[in-house]
């Protein structure tokens, strides 16, 4: 139990683009999840928290304007990168908590997003 | 601030041997605390978890860690380490129930035959 998957796994856009990543709980409802962003040979740096039905919180120094979060059903939460750009190019990773109603969380296995 | 520190970037280690990885941690008070395992390209496995308790945890794989309240630590340890067990490793912190997990740098394990 406690599967997170993610789509698409690996996307390649063009610079100027948009790129929506979708982060799914397939076997329970996630009532909270996060984004992550990894740069190679990096920890994990939290991006923004996500409450179903409710606005995300981001953390300082991300923009809210140009990630863009959804998370509209306990199951599905989603990240659009607008108009990306080289530098956005990274490991976007999701997970979800709150499942059992400590602070583990679950992780998606990771999106890989290059901008050409 | 609130912070997690894996002194080890790197490791490596003779297969059979046994492992050390260390982590430690600055909380307010005693927060959740997890061992996380990445392979390449790979999102992140939990291999244990402390929240109360006994502070000898055991997880998957054969993995233990051993939580020292004087010493902010919580150091995964592993008796006999097998080549599959090469992937990089970090060590989370959280402070509440759902709430957000700190990282700490990761330590990349290598495994020689």
């Known amino acids: 139990g406690a599967v997170v998957s993610q789509h698409p796994s690996r996307v390649i856009c063009k610079s100027g683009t948009s790129v929506k990543i979708e982060c799914r709980s397939l076997?329970?409802?996630?009532?909270?999840m996060f984004w992550y962003r990894q740069f190679p040979k990096q920890s994990l740096m939290l991006m923004a928290t996500?409450?179903?039905?409710?606005?995300?919180?981001?953390e300082q120094g991300v923009e809210k304007d140009k990630f863009l979060i959804n998370h509209a059903s306990l199951t599905l939460s989603t990240l659009t990168v607008t108009s990306a750009h080289p530098e956005d190019s990274s490991f976007y990773i999701c997970?979800?908590?709150?499942?059992?109603?400590?602070?583990?969380?679950?992780f998606g296995p990771g999106t890989r997003l290059t901008v050409l | 601030a609130q912070s997690v520190t894996q002194p080890d970037i790197h490791i490596t280690v003779s297969e059979g041997a046994s492992l050390e990885l260390r982590c430690n941690y600055s909380?307010?008070?005693?927060?959740?605390l997890f061992w996380y395992v990445q392979s390449p390209g790979q999102g992140l496995q939990l291999l244990l978890k402390?929240?109360?308790?006994?502070?000898l945890v055991q997880g998957i794989k054969g993995f233990e860690a051993e939580f020292k309240r004087s010493q902010s630590s919580f150091n995964l340890r592993k008796p006999s380490v097998h080549w599959s067990d090469a992937a990089e490793y970090f060590c989370?912190?959280?402070?509440?129930?759902?709430?957000?997990?700190?990282f700490g740098q990761g330590t990349i394990l290598t495994v020689h035959p």
């Open positions: 996500s409450n179903e039905g409710s606005k995300a919180t981001y």
């Open positions: 997970s979800a908590g709150g499942v059992r109603g400590d602070n583990e969380q679950f």
């Open positions: 909380y307010g008070a005693t927060p959740y």
């Open positions: 076997d329970f409802q996630a009532t909270t």
């Open positions: 402390y929240f109360s308790g006994d502070t």
């Open positions: 989370a912190a959280g402070g509440t129930s759902y709430g957000k997990l700190t």
